[in-house]
């Protein structure tokens, strides 16, 4: 087994979302295999309800490797096209793209706001169908092109999906679950796609919810926090599948414990937790887990949350 430093020496990878949560953390990742990598994010001036802008994060990760940090919006295609520009003119080339960036909303039709419905299927679907436009003439040069979306399954594992698994989680979260399902299509139209150009184009998701600045976004997000496994899970499951045979992931959209499992023979997922000994939160798209940690079973759970949504 290569040492993690050489596992992606000289190569470059773009992550978009790469200020915070699994995209900084998955940037964190790559840097110490070697990698060097560019993260792209919307805020480049301080917020005061964000943590940081891209380019502070940029100089935390320089701390591991070489970064390069790029304000772009990837609802905008142009601004893509300038975000590889810039890792070419750093770098000289690109090999990875991971589309990281996204938008959540969790309203039902009735209650949904439609603008923020528009934000979440422009950053969701169409940012990462715009920044994957953008970064494929320079990715048909790499000697190993690789696309890694953070995109759930459709479906449970090892069965096929059903119309009524399809129409359960759409009906649950209308929006959100469409944008996010579109993009697992893509993930698997464009594994067909570039099948001769020696692509490999894969998706990742979580089996429990992540601690991430998203958790704010949702009731009771304290509870939350100390129900999900840290953002270090997503990266260590993303660097396993980028370092992959293309046999063994391309067309695959897997969670991370079956990445690791798979790919890098991890069996035990405790030290991921953020609470040690408390039980997890199943992530969206996810019915039952994976691996043999402990998990809140969905009708307990909603007991739970139920007096906070009520309020």
Not at 2 to 28: D, E, H, N, Y
Not at 112 to 126: I, Q
Not at 134 to 160: M, W
Not at 237 to 246: F, G, H, N, S
Request: charged share 20%.
């Amino acid at each position: 087994m290569k040492p993690k430093a050489s596992i992606l020496r000289g190569q470059t990878a773009l992550i978009t979302g790469g200020r915070t949560g699994v995209g900084f953390a998955t940037a964190r990742e790559l840097l110490f295999a070697g990698a060097n990598v560019v993260i792209v994010g919307t805020t480049g001036e301080p917020h005061p309800k964000k943590q940081g802008t891209i380019f502070s994060a940029a100089e935390e990760l320089s701390n591991f490797g070489e970064v390069v940090g790029v304000c772009c919006d990837v609802q905008d295609a142009n601004q893509c096209q300038h975000a590889v520009e810039a890792a070419l003119r750093r770098f000289g080339g690109l090999d990875i793209l991971v589309n990281d960036a996204g938008a959540l909303d969790n309203a039902e039709t009735e209650n949904a706001d439609p603008r923020r419905v528009g934000l979440v299927f422009k950053v969701n679907p169409v940012g990462s169908f715009n920044m994957t436009w953008a970064a494929l003439p320079a990715l048909r040069k790499s000697k190993r092109p690789r696309v890694l979306n953070i995109t759930p399954p459709l479906g449970e594992p090892g069965r096929a999906v059903s119309r009524s698994w399809l129409a359960r989680w759409v009906g649950s979260n209308p929006a959100y679950t469409a944008s996010k399902f579109a993009m697992s299509l893509l993930t698997l139209g464009w594994s067909w796609e570039f099948r001769n150009l020696g692509f490999s184009v894969s998706g990742l998701w979580f089996e429990s919810i992540l601690d991430t600045p998203a958790l704010s976004k949702l009731p009771n997000p304290e509870f939350l926090k100390q129900s999900a496994r840290t953002a270090e899970i997503g990266a260590d499951a993303a660097l396993a599948m980028l370092a992959a045979p293309r046999s063994k992931v391309n067309g695959k959209l897997l969670l991370d414990v079956q990445a690791l499992q798979d790919l890098g023979g991890v069996c035990r997922f405790d030290r991921y937790g953020r609470e040690p000994g408390k039980k997890l939160v199943l992530d969206w798209y996810v019915d039952r887990p994976l691996s043999a940690c402990a998990f809140w079973d969905r009708a307990e759970l909603a007991q739970l949350l139920a007096p906070v949504r009520a309020g």
